[in-house]
């Protein structure tokens, strides 16, 4: 069977659980060797162990994207232990809430340097590796916030919509050298941190109340965004670049009620 990763090598941040999980997952099925990079260590080793058990060559390499030098050392394993790197899924990121009058500076920059500029820095170390292979694909995971959002999700929209603005630039600079880049849009995702969020009733939250509200009628799991990375990552999705796909259910086609 043709696999269509096959001797590609793919950088997952945030990949020791939720949506990085399903997506550095279904990239190894797919052929693809995975760096899963996280700031879990614990957690990220049996996320790689588990992709090993699939019969794929993966590896962790304990990463917070807030620091450049590691995301360096990120880039650096992925070409020492594979040769290069050919995909890069900018995953990780927080949902912080602040009130916007009495956030203050630093909360803003700590919140940033993981939202937004974790992916530009990440992006920065990885596309002279992609131009030594002639081709890369980078993939940002953004969320249905980034272009309509909901009360007290301050600064996290703001920051999901400046990481579909990196993508377009990037798209645009980089077309030229074979370099692709895409944002997905997820909507409601059973992640881990939702299911926490689910458990302990935060703002109220509602798991069949949520699933009542969602055009199709189900949250998606991990592995659903994951099918999607998986495909525009590989060369059948070569002229989709500089954009964004939203995947939500349908959410973002109808109008709240009230
Ligand atoms: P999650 O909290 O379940 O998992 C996030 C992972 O990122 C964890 O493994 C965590 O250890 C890691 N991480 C956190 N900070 C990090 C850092 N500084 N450096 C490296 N790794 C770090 O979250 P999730 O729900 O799977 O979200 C993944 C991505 O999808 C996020 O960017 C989130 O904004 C986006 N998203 C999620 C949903 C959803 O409904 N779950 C919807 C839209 C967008």
Request: proline share 2%; glycine share 8%.
């Amino acid at each position: 069977m043709v696999r269509p990763l096959e001797h590609k090598v793919a950088l997952v941040t945030g990949a020791a659980k939720g949506i990085g999980q399903g997506i550095a997952r279904q990239l190894a099925l797919q052929g693809a060797a995975v760096v899963v990079a996280d700031i879990d260590a614990e957690t990220g080793q049996l996320a790689t162990a588990e992709l090993q058990e699939l019969g794929a060559k993966a590896s962790f390499i304990e990463t917070d994207i807030s620091l450049e030098e590691q995301i360096i050392a990120a880039v650096n394993h992925a070409k020492t232990h594979y040769g290069g790197l050919d995909i890069l899924v900018n995953n990780a990121g927080i949902n912080l809430s602040y009130d916007a009058t009495t956030m203050i500076s630093q909360e803003w920059d700590a919140a940033m340097s993981i939202d937004l500029k974790g992916a530009w820095l990440c992006a920065k170390y990885a596309i002279p590796e992609m131009r030594a292979r002639g081709q890369g694909a980078i993939i940002n995971i953004a969320s249905v916030h980034a272009t309509m959002t909901t009360y007290n999700v301050f600064p996290y929209a703001a920051a999901k919509a400046g990481l579909v603005g990196l993508t377009k630039s990037l798209a645009l600079d980089w077309g030229k050298h074979n370099i692709r880049a895409v944002a997905v849009s997820p909507g409601w995702v059973l992640s881990d941190v939702v299911q926490k969020s689910f458990a302990e009733h935060k703002n109220g939250l509602q798991q069949e109340v949520v699933e009542a509200s969602i055009p199709a009628k189900f949250i998606a799991v991990p592995d659903d965004i994951g099918h999607l990375v998986a495909f525009l990552a590989s060369d059948n999705a070569r002229y989709i670049t500089g954009t964004e796909i939203v995947i939500d259910g349908g959410i973002s086609a109808r109008f709240a009620e009230q």
